[in-house]
C-alpha cells in the first residue's frame, strides 16, 4: 500500500491518502482541511477514492469531510464509538476550532477487527481508546496510521472528552508496540517514526 502524507488545516494535522498502486483506488484518511490540496493531490496521482476514514472524530481531522463527502460521494468511516463526536460539534470541538461547524452522519461503523478493502489491499481496524473512545489505528503491511495516540516521542492528549491517560498507554502497548520493530508508524501531527524508535526514546512507553 502507497502512503501519501499532507499536512492539512490550520493545525497541521496529518491527512493520509492511501492507495493500491495496482488498482489505484485509494481512501482519504483524517482529512482535517485544506481539501482543494487533497482534491488536487488525488487528481494529480490519480487515484480513485473509494472511501473516507477518520481515526477519530476532532475538528482538526475533520475540517474538509464535507468537502470531501461531496467531492467524492463516497462512505465515511468511523469507530462506533465515535459516533457520538462526530455528530455533536460541541464533542468534536468544531464550534471552537476553525470556522466549519461539523456534524455529519457516518456511513459505516467500524468495530476492532475489521478489514478495509482497498482494490487488493486491505487496512486492518485496531482500536485504540484513551485520546477518545473510538480512537482507531489503521494498520496495513509494515505500516500503522495511528491518528493521535501514537505520536513521534509523545502520545495524544488525555484532558479531552473521552480521554483517559492509562488507557491510552495500555492502547499503545498492548496493540501498537506488538508489532516488529520495523513497523513504521504515520501519526496524526508531526513526523512519521518506527515501533523500535518508539521503544528506546517515547517517554510514555520505555
Known amino acids: 500500500m502507497e502512503i501519501i502524507r499532507l499536512a492539512a488545516g490550520i493545525y497541521a494535522a496529518n491527512c493520509y491518502i492511501v492507495f493500491d498502486r495496482n488498482t489505484m483506488d485509494g481512501l482519504v484518511v483524517d482529512p482535517g482541511g485544506d481539501s ?25 481531522h475533520i475540517g474538509g469531510l464535507k468537502d470531501l463527502k461531496e467531492e467524492f460521494d463516497v462512505d465515511i468511516m468511523i469507530h462506533e464509538e465515535e459516533r457520538e463526536m462526530l ?12 470556522s466549519d461547524k ?3 452522519e457516518p456511513d459505516r461503523l467500524l468495530k476492532d477487527g475489521d478489514v478495509i478493502k482497498v482494490g487488493e489491499k486491505e487496512l486492518l481496524v485496531i482500536h485504540t481508546p484513551g485520546h477518545t473512545k473510538g ?7 509494515d505500516s500503522i496510521i495511528t491518528g493521535d495516540t501514537l505520536f513521534q516521542a509523545s502520545i495524544g492528549r488525555t ?6 491517560f492509562d488507557t491510552i498507554i495500555d492502547s499503545i502497548k498492548s496493540k501498537i508496540m506488538i508489532y516488529d520493530d520495523k513497523t513504521s508508524i ?3 501531527h508531526g513526523s512519521p517514526s518506527k515501533i ?11
Open 186 to 188: 504515520f501519526p496524526g
Open 102 to 104: 461539523i456534524e455529519i
Open 36 to 60: 482543494d490540496d487533497i482534491i488536487k493531490k488525488v487528481e494529480d496521482e490519480k487515484i480513485n477514492i473509494v472511501g473516507i476514514v477518520l481515526t477519530h472524530g476532532h475538528a482538526d
Open 135 to 141: 480512537g482507531i489505528c489503521l494498520k496495513t503491511g
Open 159 to 164: 484532558d479531552l472528552y473521552g480521554g483517559d
Open 196 to 206: 523500535k524508535f518508539e521503544k528506546k526514546n517515547n517517554p510514555y512507553i520505555k
Open 87 to 98: 455528530m455533536d460539534k460541541n464533542i468534536n470541538l468544531s464550534s471552537v476550532m476553525g
